[in-house]
């Protein structure tokens, strides 16, 4: 689980989403409060930014930070707010209390948490003087921690050396970063780890050099533990195996930062620590609980000492074993075998918790990650953070996506609802799609009696555990089948669309990705991935934003409406980056792909200006390579050789480092985005030493990947072995246009590897790049002379399809909420499966159209709207 993620998943609403700013009448009274003469004020969805008259920020510099809690925000921003304005000092502050418990909470980002003001000093006098005024004012007030800063005596103030005005730049492995300049002016990361450490060339102020004595003068005295490795963390704390001075043994040791990590209750980490204490005494002796336990606080944080458990979390082993999940061969008796180890563990579980509720405790947070199965394959139950007395009949406070009791389950029918989705997870770990249609338990139930061997009343007993809470003083009902009528049609057709089925089928997708547009909203059109939200490009790139779902659109043959268009081309306007999948080039590709060649043109000329610049990376994604391949299909479009002239300036800027193991490896990101490029530029110049580069950059992206097969078991091994477009499939497919011209044994081996990998028959996303619409398309682009049975692709898509109105929708990355993007959601299903059912969709650019590389060129023309 990617918990960003759930900070976009807006209750009631069905698509990611930026949090609502709120009114204003929401805000604190600072934030509203008129100001002096020459002040500006500006809101965005987080903070409210006052600057002083005629003030302007260095970039970076020595900033204060100030901590606060939900009773006391009102007052410190009133406070350092009269001061700020009486002094001149440009600050920020929260400017709501509903934001600040979004930024404390327990899926809150630890690099900024607890900040709750921001004071941007000029200078190292301007520094003390705001300190030492600011300290009296402040005294004895609480707030979360600043892990990342540097404490100034026992108040809420804190010191950190960062970045004044925000630079992003996207690093090695794809992600975007905020920057600060070091002495020879190289944009570096402004890191905002759990510690305070300023970066190495910058000389400490007198004044924090005092803070710092301070801070090592209290060292932590009489605690026992000593943290010798990190295992996880979390906006409420970390977890790591630490030694018990005392007698040498290892213990498993969690950490509780206090007033943050708020629940949905607002319930900080210490109080769920202690309360996991509780249930852990309470459940001492029993077999499946760690033994001993001990609380205990450390300075600032509390601290919670129990048994560290040799063994793999259930999740873990899930992956690991099931057969249909592409682990070893899928025959019966590989799905046999692990039928009865699922059954074995279920059972074990199941009595498990019987052994928790006869004492009276309500695990409360039951899912495959939180059961541990020691050597033996005996169970244990670890984080009862989220526990209860079952008398006391609770609510779920806080629970793992997918295993969640919906409204109105209580007490051990929390556990009970738990128990039914981890009956389905251990099967079909896709859990996060049940509450999604009263169909998909049947679906799944239904699969996995296809592929599994499970008993007769598996199902059953599955609705059982599944069913609603029974009246009070009632037994619980018997859970009937549910019948026919009662049951809501299919969206999508159990044996996948064919031919004849999808026209009707792709009209219903396409007028729910259409009704789903927002074009009122400056920010995105079309809702998809969280990606949306990051960057100047988000929600209107190729990848995730409007110009992929146009693009898409309009090779389904579906028309683009006329508003639709008029947005993306004003949109255009707040674009920074020039890359393909996430900025200028990408656009201007769509562009012209939609006959808008005039607004293409002006944003190609705009990204021109962009991309000589020496901070764009190599990467298909957002760098060199997929800037090469738009100019030369544009070249190709419209006979331009200055477009190839500039592909080969492009080319020759990162040649040389193509085979360097410099970021993440894959297509997307790594070097077989560049060895795409690079085989096109072969193709288009005839020149060798491209397509030699090419295989270069090929084999050292397989390195990286960790490709390693036996010839003669062809098992294949590493972080490639994902048959999906960002894993083994991308791969392979560049593999597949390089063999073209350069046969190779080992790429041979591969491609067959993983073509034969993209049959498995569960994938945990419907999406291009992660997901099955992208095995769809490779299985189609290397089918060659071996056409590809496609059926089983075109079935599995309908795991992921859910009802929109009338229409079928997918769910983006994670399944927690739908999206309509390319990368991600609908867009790239419909672009999918009207490639390889009509052969008119031409897959993705460059890459994936009907036969081995066939969308090179051909997958830029338009079926739809068309307008200069």
Not at 94 to 115: E, H, Q
Not at 815 to 838: H, I, K, P, Q, Y
Request: net charge negative.
């Amino acid at each position: 689980m990617d918990f960003r993620y759930l900070t976009f998943c807006r209750p009631g609403e069905v698509f990611y989403d930026i949090q609502p700013p709120g009114s204003a009448e929401e805000d604190f009274p600072a934030a509203r409060a008129p100001l002096p003469e020459g002040w500006t004020r500006a809101t965005n969805e987080d903070w409210v930014v006052f600057r002083p008259p005629g003030v302007e920020l260095p970039e970076q510099g020595w900033k204060i930070h100030i901590t606060a809690t939900q009773e006391n925000a009102g007052r410190i921003s009133r406070l350092v707010r009269d001061y700020c304005l009486d002094h001149g000092v440009y600050f920020k502050f929260i400017r709501s209390r509903a934001v600040l418990a979004r930024r404390n909470s327990k899926y809150g980002d630890r690099g900024s948490s607890g900040k709750f003001v921001t004071l941007y000093p000029l200078d190292e006098d301007m520094l003390g003087n705001v300190l030492d005024a600011l300290d009296p004012l402040l005294v004895g007030e609480s707030g979360p921690y600043i892990l990342s800063d540097l404490r100034w005596r026992q108040g809420p103030l804190y010191l950190r050396y960062g970045g004044f005005v925000a630079h992003l730049v996207r690093t090695e492995s794809g992600e975007l970063v905020h920057c600060i300049k070091d002495p020879e002016g190289n944009w570096v990361p402004d890191v905002r780890g759990p510690g305070f450490r300023p970066p190495p060339w910058v000389t400490l102020p007198e004044r924090v050099k005092e803070a710092l004595e301070e801070r090592n003068s209290g060292a932590l005295t009489g605690f026992p533990y000593r943290p010798t490795k990190a295992l996880h963390f979390s906006n409420g704390g970390g977890v790591y195996l630490a030694t018990d001075a005392r007698d040498g043994s290892t213990v498993l040791l969690k950490e509780a930062r206090p007033l943050a990590g708020l629940d949905a209750e607002g319930t900080d980490a210490v109080a769920r620590l202690r309360n996991e204490y509780w249930a852990l005494r309470r459940l001492a002796g029993l077999d499946c609980m760690p033994a001993h336990a001990e609380f205990r606080k450390g300075n600032e944080h509390y601290y919670l000492a129990r048994e560290y458990v040799e063994g793999k979390a259930l999740g873990q082993e899930m992956q690991e074993r099931n057969p249909l999940l592409g682990n070893g061969p899928a025959t019966d008796g590989a799905f046999a075998a692990y039928t009865a180890w699922a059954l074995d563990t279920l059972a074990a579980i199941e009595r498990a918790m019987g052994h928790l509720h006869d004492r009276g405790v309500v695990f409360g947070d039951l899912h495959p990650n939180n059961v541990l199965l020691r050597p033996d394959g005996s169970v244990v139950f670890i984080d009862l953070e989220a526990s209860s007395e079952a008398v006391a009949g609770a609510s779920q406070a806080m629970a793992a996506p997918g295993y969640q009791a919906p409204a109105g389950y209580t007490g051990t029918d929390v556990d009970r609802y738990a128990m039914g989705c981890l009956r389905l997870g251990v099967f079909l770990p896709l859990t996060q799609v049940l509450p999604w249609s009263e169909r998909k338990t049947e679906e799944f139930l239904a699969l996995i009696a296809r592929h599994f061997p499970v008993p007769e009343d598996f199902a059953e007993r599955v609705r059982t555990d599944l069913a609603p809470p029974a009246p009070a003083g009632d037994a619980l009902p018997e859970a009937a089948p549910p019948s026919p009528a009662g049951t809501p049609a299919s969206v999508w057709p159990a044996e996948g669309p064919d031919a004849a089925s999808w026209p009707e089928l792709r009209r219903r997708l396409a007028d729910g990705i259409l009704a789903a547009a927002t074009p009122g909203r400056t920010d995105r059109l079309y809702p998809g991935d969280i990606a949306q939200f990051h960057g100047s490009g988000g929600g209107v790139n190729f990848a995730y934003g409007a110009a992929g779902v146009a693009w898409a659109l309009a090779r389904a043959g579906v028309e683009v409406p006329g508003e639709h268009l008029d947005w993306l081309v004003s949109a255009t306007a707040r674009v920074d980056e020039p890359g393909f999948y996430d900025g200028l080039c990408g656009i201007a590709f769509a562009l012209d792909a939609l006959g808008a060649a005039a607004p293409a043109r002006e944003v190609l000329e705009r990204a021109r200006s962009r991309w000589a610049a020496d901070d764009v990376d190599d990467s298909l994604f957002s760098g060199r390579s997929g800037i090469g391949l738009a100019l030369l299909h544009l070249a190709g479009r419209h006979g331009d050789p200055a477009h190839v002239e500039e592909a080969v300036r492009l080319a020759e800027r990162m040649t040389g480092a193509a085979s360097s193991g410099r970021r993440r490896p894959g297509l997307l990101h790594g070097g077989s985005g560049q060895a795409l490029f690079l085989v096109r530029l072969f193709e288009h110049t005839g020149e060798q030493k491209y397509l030699d580069l090419a295989v270069e950059a090929l084999r050292a992206d397989l390195a990286e990947c960790g490709w390693a097969a036996d010839r003669e078991a062809r098992t294949p091994h590493g972080q490639w072995s994902a048959p999906v477009i960002a894993g083994g499939a991308g791969l392979a497919l560049v593999a597949d246009r390089v063999l073209t011209h350069a046969p190779d044994p080992e790429l041979d081996l591969f491609r067959e590897v993983s073509r034969e990998r993209l049959a498995i028959p569960f994938f945990g996303h419907a999406g291009v790049f992660t997901g099955r619409a992208g095995a769809l398309l490779a299985q189609h682009a290397l089918a060659g002379a071996r056409p590809g049975d496609a059926s089983a692709h075109l079935a599995g898509l309908g795991l992921h399809a859910v009802p929109y109105g009338e229409s079928p929708a997918f769910l983006g990355d994670q399944c927690l909420r739908l999206s309509t993007d390319l990368a991600t959601g609908a867009a790239g299903v419909l672009l999918a499966v009207e490639t390889v059912l009509t052969g008119e969709g031409g897959g993705l650019p460059f890459l994936t159209g009907a036969g081995a590389g066939a969308g090179a060129s051909g997958a830029g023309g338009s079926r739809g709207v068309g307008r200069e």
